[in-house]
């Protein structure tokens, strides 16, 4: 079993920064992809980024591409969602996410994921 904790989440200004965790208790999760996922108030939830357990490989939805950054930290047991160009629109609930087993894929169905954090509210003021 894993378990997933967020954090980083809070209130930034339209054009600011923030980076987001992800980390992970239980079964090891380093050798697991990893994603990321947002809902916004009164909308569907939704893909944002996707990496590989090795970190090699990243996936980004298109409305983030260029903004933000997916990573992992040195011992893979840690994500990182770093935003930045930050929109009102990003404004969400995060979540990160792990897939069960590596299938060297690095994919944005949530099918594909069984094990999921509690999120993190994140706002953007215009």
């Known amino acids: 079993q894993v378990q997933l904790a967020e954090s980083g989440g809070g209130l930034v200004q339209a054009g600011g920064s923030l980076r987001l965790s992800c980390e992970a208790s239980?079964?090891?999760?380093?050798?697991?992809?990893m994603g990321w996922f947002r809902q916004a108030p009164r909308m569907e939830r939704e893909f944002v980024a996707a990496?590989?357990?090795?970190?090699?490989?990243?996936y980004y939805v298109d409305s983030v591409k260029g903004r933000f950054t997916v990573s992992r930290g040195s011992a893979k047991t840690t994500v990182y969602l770093q935003m930045n160009s930050m929109k009102p629109e990003d404004k969400a609930v995060y979540y990160c996410a792990a897939e069960p087993w590596d299938t060297g894929w690095v994919r944005g169905e949530e099918k594909y994921y069984d094990y999921w954090g509690p999120g993190t509210e994140v706002t953007v003021s215009s």
């Open positions: 990496i590989s357990w090795s970190g090699d490989s990243t």
């Open positions: 239980g079964r090891t999760f380093s050798n697991l992809p």
